[in-house]
């Protein structure tokens, strides 16, 4: 194989935000027919990197060498036309179109007068749609078809090219088993033809079937590539995983109250089922899992933004149901969004009228809104929560990111709540500013809140947690106590890797 | 029968059997309530009501490429009255004194071009700037309207070529003028809709605008054309219209954005974009212009009228949203 060129070769890439060095000197290369799979947790730089051989993001150093030929990357479209094809984790179709028009999007073939060339579309298509195997064909709409199938759709493009090398990001999340056979095959296909491909997967499964080589990514930096056949779960994840995080278990325990929050046998539609669950007084719960595990959707239900179609939700012992946030809020549930800039704060708004925003309606003097009372609670929270800002004047899209996040837990404080759902709450904050969060959420389950994390970060559910919920797949696999978890069996939970044994 | 099934077929064929409906109601309220004792469904009568859905039949065709692109032109009545305007005005210049009546296809020519020009420059805008459609065609809304009142005043402009009129007037297999001009119209656009590639581009871009861009369609200059094909639309439905009126006032042509746009949603063309059929926009042109014409015949007065369809059209929407419902494990906003 050392004879050959490689497909792709990126070297020595560096790519920065402010604040963020989301990709530090990271070199990988494809060798045509070659499987190479690309690793790393959550914000690891994965898609930075991916996005940056798409020409959605400049980098700031090094280069991109397609078939020893540098090239700039300035768009999909160009990087296609170099040979590079894009399988996208979500999918980019047009849904009231045809699956023959999606497929050939941008290149419809066409006769004279600009006409499209219905009969050459429609049997290229089938023509791919056979080596795919799947149970459709090209005149059907995309929109009536199934998740997985739609997937398909979008792997469907990858074939309508001579492709160079083809970046599969996530692409067995929604298909069933059956589906993944055929993909594989597809994949083994691409392979004899010589094309180079990126397999991008959390699922280690997957990537001992059908690799050749592991990279892995782990904080913006390469840390090295493994032979498949050569090597195991454990040196990967190893790899991935690191040793320097600060992986220290939360160890102090409160006394714990009664049980506030009882959840059995929840489900919702296809996003979640069969969750069960319990968050006592002075708890720290965190949940733990890949993004699309249906963490946040539990959340969202708890919070009244969506219907359960099966299951029980208790509060302190009594059934209710939740039809709505102010119901949610009523009842003593909060909620701090996983998006703090879009679904948690208005950024135009000061941080007084932030943090009085759900309860403003009782804030009156009169017909009008009571200045004084407002500003009391400001106050009040911004000692207690040790948020710095110059004054409530202050709008709060100029304060940094740990101090907008005090904002929206302050807000949620100030209406007393039972419960504190935090959904990510360190995401986009600096190191320091994150330790101060952890802080502040182990001091309110001190002070008897049932506090929810939810995190996609590893070393925060460790660290802020007494119990840690793996999620996969919309389904809880395993409930951890703080003395029993490992960086191990929690990343093979979260792969949906149940253990025979449970220890 | 699979879900959805049935409100697909309510979305698709909707239209046309609210149309059913309008016909036999006024059919049969008609021999109550009427005062003339000619049948509702005469075919002077419905031949006329082809005619009279002619104008804001023509531009509505053209309003479902734009609205199916995820746009909104809504300086379509002002280029309607400024194409008018040139049209009218063209045929009296001295430089064309001596060409008879051959200065009528000049007139329309000219009143055509100036359609097109108006869609370009809207078109170019929103490509260039990126600022939304909506509120770049509000600007030329006001702007082209500004124009028309620039030219004359509050002045009609009139000219009465009996060339022309008898054109207009003209009835060929027992349609007129106009409606020949409509189903024409409704026929090429959808062919261009349907079967070119520019016209399915325009779904693409209408659903799934990002979707579009990565697979290297060149958004701007497509809605440029769009931009353009509506503006020659607009002038179009002021050339059938005006060679047989041969007046036009200053005011001409005002809140037919808001009937056009109208017609489009009522034929089930979605705000958003992505979705929607040439044909169902004939349908809702026809309607409309049924529920005047009906009322009218029942004895309603305009007012009324008016109320009615923006009851319909809220009902039709609200409609709409249920059947497009996504289940109920949706969030809730």
């Known amino acids: 194989m050392s004879s050959q060129t490689p497909a792709l070769r990126l070297e020595g890439i560096v790519k920065t935000f402010p604040g963020v060095r989301a990709l530090d000197n990271v070199s990988f290369d494809v060798m045509p027919g070659e499987v190479h799979a690309l690793m790393g947790e959550n914000g690891a730089g994965k898609s930075t990197l991916m996005k940056v051989l798409g020409g959605i993001y400049q980098p700031d150093e090094g280069r991109i060498v397609v078939n020893e030929q540098p090239v700039v ?166 790899l991935m995983i690191g040793r320097k995080l600060d992986l220290s278990r939360n160890v102090s325990h409160h006394e714990l109250g009664d049980v506030a929050l009882e959840v059995r046998g929840l489900e919702c539609g296809k996003l979640f089922h069969n969750v069960s669950f319990s968050v006592c007084r002075g708890e720290v719960v965190g949940f733990y899992g890949l993004v699309g595990a249906g963490r946040t959707e539990i959340a969202e239900t708890l919070f009244g933004l969506r219907d359960p179609t099966a299951g029980q939700i208790l509060l302190d012992g009594q059934e209710t149901t939740i039809h709505s946030p102010a119901d949610a809020i009523e009842k003593g549930i909060s909620l701090v969004p996983e998006d703090r800039k879009g679904q948690g704060l208005v950024l135009g708004m000061n941080c007084r009228d932030n943090m009085t925003l759900p309860q403003v309606n009782d804030l009156k003097a009169g017909p009008f809104v009571a200045e004084g009372a407002e500003i ?115 990343i093979q939970a979260i792969s949906g890797i149940i253990p025979e044994k449970v220890a | 029968m699979e879900p959805g099934t049935l409100s697909t077929f309510l979305k698709r064929g909707a239209i046309w059997g609210f149309i059913v409906v309008e016909l036999l109601f006024f059919s049969i309220a008609g021999e109550y309530l009427s005062l003339s004792n000619k049948a509702f469904m005469d075919l002077d009568n419905m031949l006329l009501l082809f005619k009279q859905s002619a104008p804001i039949g023509i531009i509505a065709i053209g309003m479902t490429i734009i609205m199916v692109n995820g746009n909104i032109d809504l300086s379509v009545g002002a280029t309607f009255a400024l194409s008018a305007i040139v049209l009218l005005n063209s045929m009296t210049w001295p430089v064309f004194a001596g060409l008879g009546d051959g200065v009528i296809p000049i007139a329309w020519a000219l009143a055509l071009v100036t359609g097109i020009l108006l869609g370009a420059l809207n078109g170019l805008i929103v490509w260039k700037t990126g600022v939304d459609a909506f509120i770049v065609t509000l600007g030329s809304m ?192």
């Open chain 1, 376 to 490: 009391a609670i400001f106050d009040q929270y911004r000692d207690r929560l040790d948020i710095r800002t110059p004054g409530w004047k202050q709008l709060v899209g100029n304060l940094s990111g740990g101090n907008q996040q005090k904002i929206v837990i302050g807000k949620w404080l100030s209406m007393h709540p039972n419960i504190l759902i935090v959904d990510e709450p360190t995401r986009g904050i600096d190191v320091g500013s994150k330790s101060e969060i952890h802080n502040l959420i182990r001091e309110l389950a001190s002070q008897g809140y049932a506090v929810i994390v939810i995190s996609s970060e590893m070393p925060e559910v460790l660290h802020v947690s007494d119990r840690i919920i793996a999620m996969f797949n919309g389904e809880i696999i395993r409930t951890f106590t703080s003395d029993e978890v490992t960086e191990d069996n929690l």
């Open chain 1, 73 to 238: 990357m300035t768009s999909p479209l160009q990087a296609k036309s170099k040979g590079i094809m894009f399988i996208h984790q979500e999918l980019s179709l047009a849904e009231e179109l045809s699956v023959a028009e999606n497929i050939y999007l941008g290149e419809l073939p066409k006769k004279s007068f600009g006409r499209v060339d219905w009969q050459k579309l429609y049997s290229e298509t089938n023509e791919i749609l056979g080596r795919l195997k799947v149970g459709f064909d090209a005149k059907t709409k995309v929109g009536d078809l199934s998740i997985a199938n739609q997937q398909m759709v979008e792997i469907a493009r990858a074939l309508t090219v001579e492709a160079k090398a083809v970046i599969f990001d996530e692409p067995t999340a929604s298909l069933t088993d059956a589906e993944k056979v055929v993909l594989f095959d597809v994949i083994g296909d691409l392979k004899t033809h010589g094309v180079g491909i990126i397999y991008i997967s959390h699922r280690m499964e997957e990537i001992f079937r059908i690799t050749d080589r592991i990279s892995v990514l782990r904080d913006g930096q390469y840390r090295g590539t493994l032979e498949t056949p050569e090597t195991d779960e454990e040196e990967v994840t190893q």
């Open chain 2, 142 to 333: 006001l702007g082209y309207r500004g124009l028309v009142f620039m030219y004359n005043g509050e002045q009609p402009t009139s000219h009465l070529n009996w060339t022309l009129v008898d054109f207009a007037e003209a009835q060929f297999m027992g349609l007129h003028t106009a409606t020949w001009f409509l189903l024409v119209v409704t026929a090429v656009i959808w062919f261009v809709m349907n079967r070119t590639v520019h016209g399915r581009n325009a779904y693409a871009i209408g659903d799934n605008r990002t979707a579009a861009i990565n697979a290297g369609i060149r958004v701007g200059p497509h809605m440029m054309i769009n931009f353009m094909i509506i503006g020659f639309l607009a002038s179009l439905s002021a050339v059938v219209f005006y060679s047989e009126s041969g007046s036009v006032n200053p005011n001409d042509g005002e809140l037919y954005e808001l009937w056009v746009i109208t017609a489009v949603v009522l034929g089930g063309t979605k705000l958003t974009g992505g979705a929607g059929s040439v044909l169902s926009t004939l349908g809702g042109v026809l309607a409309i212009q049924l529920l005047r014409k009906g009322l009218g015949h029942i004895g309603a007065d305009t007012e009324t009228v008016n109320l009615v369809i923006g009851l319909i059209l809220i009902a039709v929407l609200f409609l709409d949203r249920q059947l497009n419902l996504k289940g109920r494990e949706a969030l809730r906003i």
